[in-house]
């Protein structure tokens, strides 16, 4: 049962192209997240949200911009995309921080040729 | 450097066998979550462990926790096919965020008819 919604599943790109990937979720969450996963399957948080506000910015290159409309949404735009941008990225949510389940999207797959 | 992480990259076994899955961690923590990932999937939470707790079930998985060696074991009873998927211990983040959950690099476990 998928509550986390994200646009689009697959996103094809070359080198310097900007683009942004939309997440949702119906869950009432007060946290979003955005987690990059690698052709590894290595999970690495980039963003925290909670209630419109940034919480975590990891030391994700400034291309990475994540924008909040409201606490039911959080997009992720990267402004001239890099050949190691390529991979998965995942939005989740959570009730409050990360001592609670988060719920994951199903991820927008990235490919820069 | 990863704050938890599995213990084995792979593991593979048949139908109806028993399975377990390990992770350390190098942190105080509060809580200690698995997390399952099946291919063209988000992550789905299993099990969230405290670290007042020291053993966690939820149908045929029971998760362990043992603080003073800090680490964690999940294992999987009557394995199907269904179970083979990437899993993850994930932890608590530390160093003044309450909003991070750090991931393990994941154990493939492939069950086989």
Redesign the interface.
């Known amino acids: 049962e998928t509550a986390?919604f994200q646009t689009p599943n697959y996103h094809v790109t070359q080198v310097g192209n900007e683009v942004s990937f939309n997440c949702k979720q119906t869950l009432g969450h007060d946290?979003m997240?955005w987690?990059k996963q690698d052709s590894?399957?290595?999970?690495?948080?980039m963003f925290?949200y909670?209630n419109k506000q940034l919480?975590?910015n990891e030391t994700v290159p400034r291309r990475f911009s994540p924008q909040s409309s409201d606490k039911a949404h959080l997009n992720l735009r990267i402004k001239s995309v890099e050949p190691e941008d390529s991979a998965v990225y995942?939005c989740?949510s959570s009730y409050t921080?990360?001592?609670?389940?988060?719920?994951?999207?199903?991820?927008t797959k990235l490919s820069v040729l | 450097s990863q704050l938890a992480e599995e213990n084995s990259w792979a593991l593979s076994v048949h139908e109806g066998e028993s399975v377990t899955v390990n992770c350390s961690y190098k942190t105080s923590i509060t809580a200690l979550q698995w997390y399952r990932q099946k291919s063209g999937k988000g992550p789905a939470q299993l099990i969230l462990i405290r670290s007042n707790e020291r053993e966690k079930r939820n149908g045929r998985l029971r998760a362990t926790l043992d603080t003073s060696s800090q680490s964690s074991s999940l294992s999987i009873t009557a394995t199907r096919c269904e179970d083979t998927a990437v899993y993850f211990c994930a932890t608590d983040g530390v160093g003044g965020s309450n909003y991070k959950l750090t991931f393990g690099k994941g154990t493939l476990l492939t069950v086989t008819p």
Do not use: D, M, P, W
């Open positions: 986390v946290t997240y987690y590894k399957k290595l999970l690495k948080i925290s909670n919480i975590v995942l989740a921080g990360f001592h609670e389940r988060l719920f994951f999207g199903h991820g």
